[in-house]
C-alpha cells in the first residue's frame, strides 16, 4: 500500500505548483540549516522566525538579534501553543446544520408538490367550468376546490409549524457555534484576546489602514521581566495570578478600539488604534509604572514577593507595511528593551 507521501506525489500539479513546492523545500531546507548550524534547540516558534527571516530573500541581513530571539524562545519555553479548538463541537454542529437544511429542503418540496397538485386542479376546473357548465358540472367543481383549498391550507400550517421550529433550533445552533467560536479566540487563563484573535485583528487593521487610509496606530510587544526566575521561585499558581493581573492592567489601560491579547506565554501584544509612536510611548510607559508599583502578595501565605517588571517594543505602524514585517520591527524593539536592562519601552 502507497505511504500518504507517495499518494499526494501522484497527484496532478501544475509548473506553478511545482515551482511553489520546490520553493517551499528550499526555504525549509535553508532554515533546517540555520538551526543546525548555530547549534540551535528547534522548536515551532524558532523555526517560523527563521523561516520568514529566509523567505524574504534577505541571506545577508544581520541574523544575531533573530538567533538570540530564537534561543531565548528554548530557554523560556515559551513557544506559544495553538488555541484550542473543541473540533467535535464545530463538526457536531456542521453535521446538525446540514441535516435541518435537508429537513428545510424537503418540507419545501413538500409544499411545493402540495401546491403545484392545486394548481393542476385549479386549471381543470378552469377548463370543465369554461364551456357551458351543468348545475352538476359546477357543484362538483366547488366541492373539490373546497377539498383541495383546505388540503394546502392545512399542509401550509404544516410548514409553518416546521419552519417555526427549524428556526429555533437553527438559532441554538447558532449561539452554540458562536460560543466555540468565541472560546478559540480567548485565552483561557487570563480571559482576554489569544494570539489566534491578535493574528486576525491585526491583519484587518492594517487592511483597513491600506484602504481607508485611516489615522496611525501602533503594535506593542511586551514580555513579563525575569518570568520564568519568579515561576521557579514561587510556583506555576502563584505565576498564573501574576499573568491574570498583567491582563487585567492591560485592559484597565486601553480604550475605545485599542485590542489586548496574550501573545504568548508571558508575553502580551497591544494593538493601539489612532496613536502616533509617541502617543503610544506615553500609554506603554504609564502601563509599565502601574506593574512597576504593585506590590505582589502570595495568597496563599500573605506574604510579600516584591513587584515586577515590563520590557516592551512599540513600533507604528508604516504605509502598506506587511504583518509580519510590522511584527518583527516591534519584536526587535522588545529584545533591544532587555538588552538595556529591562523595565523600559524601546522604539522600533
Known sequence: MPTSAQRVSTRASTPQQDGLWSYLQALVAT???TIREHGLHPSPAGFELLFRHHSRALPDADLGPLLARVRSLAQHGSSPPLPEIDLDAVHDGAEALESEAGRLAAALSGSAQALATYGSVLSACNDRLGAAPSAAMLMQSVALLTRETARVSARNAELEGELRQAGERIGKLQRNLASVRQEASVDALTGIANRRAFTARLRRQLAQAKAE???????VLLDVDHFKLFNDAHGHRTGDQVLRLVARLLTDNVKGRDFVARYGGEEFALILSDVDAESGLTVAEQICERLRGKRLIKRETGR????LTLSGGLAQARPGEAQGALIERADAAL?????QG???ICLA
Open 31 to 33: 532554515t533546517l540549516d
Open 213 to 219: 487610509g485611516a489615522g496611525p496606530f501602533c503594535l
Open 304 to 307: 510579600d514577593i516584591g513587584a
Open 342 to 344: 529591562r523595565d523600559r
Open 335 to 339: 529584545y533591544a528593551a532587555k538588552g
